[in-house]
């Protein structure tokens, strides 16, 4: 699965939008770009995912550019319960093949 | 709605004991996960499985061993516990196929004395 590089931290003021970037500029054709959260020690919880085209669901948008070398993901209206730290994964669309890991993260901090 | 399930949430042992974290998904999933993850650091997987009788190697070595003999369970065994041990432990399920998201359970954090 190819790498990703992400900030190591932002913050962002409550209501406004946060936008989180990721690079993974050696991603292949079939691999998808997944966005998880992790909030203080909890499990990770899944955001959204992509392959080429941007994608929303009711917690995020995801944008990805058009040689799919980068992707950024949107929090429209970010509030407190939004700090946690960010996962940007990309991985292969397998039947059973690849693993799920996970890099560091951006840890996101909403500030009232 | 998550149906994945870990228990113990905490767990204070002294060293030298047996012990086994449960892990069980009532969704069906074929693959399991389980993390370690220290206070502020990242995610390391260090075991997963395909399905019943699969097992596999994460990329962070660990001690501890797992088992799949039915598909709802995946438990994690650590034969002598020690203080290195101690760490918060994640499990995890998918469906088979890579478009498809993993769902997660709450952890169990482990201290060893």
């Known amino acids: 699965d190819a790498k990703t590089t992400q900030p190591p931290s932002m913050d962002c003021a409550e209501g406004r939008a946060a936008n989180l970037p990721c690079n993974h500029s050696?991603?292949?054709?079939?691999?998808?770009v997944y966005w998880y959260r992790q909030i203080h020690s909890q499990g990770p919880q899944y955001i959204i995912h992509g392959l080429k085209n941007n994608e929303t669901n009711e917690m995020a948008s995801l944008i990805i550019t058009e040689d799919r070398k980068s992707s950024t993901l949107i929090l429209p209206h970010a509030t407190l319960r939004d700090t946690a730290v960010y996962y940007c994964?990309?991985?292969?669309?397998?039947?059973?093949?690849?693993?799920?890991?996970f890099g560091e993260g951006t840890q996101l901090t909403v500030n009232p | 709605e998550a149906d994945i399930y870990q228990t113990p949430r905490y767990l204070v042992i002294g060293t030298g004991k047996k012990i086994t974290l449960e892990c069980s998904q009532t969704?069906?999933?074929?693959?399991m996960y389980w993390y370690q993850q220290d206070p502020g650091m990242e995610l390391h997987l260090i075991h997963y499985s395909y399905g019943v009788n699969s097992t596999e190697k994460g990329d962070l070595s660990s001690e501890s061993t797992v088992s799949r003999i039915r598909t709802e369970h995946f438990p994690l065994t650590l034969e002598s516990a020690r203080p290195s041990h101690t760490s918060q432990y994640l499990c995890?399920?998918?469906?088979?196929?890579?478009?498809?998201?993993?769902?997660f359970g709450q952890g169990t954090r482990l201290t060893v004395v």
């Open positions: 969704m069906g999933h074929d693959k």
């Open positions: 050696t991603i292949s054709g079939n691999e998808y």
């Open positions: 995890a399920s998918s469906e088979l196929g890579g478009r498809t998201e993993a769902f």
């Open positions: 994964i990309v991985r292969v669309d397998e039947t059973s093949g690849s693993r799920l890991t």
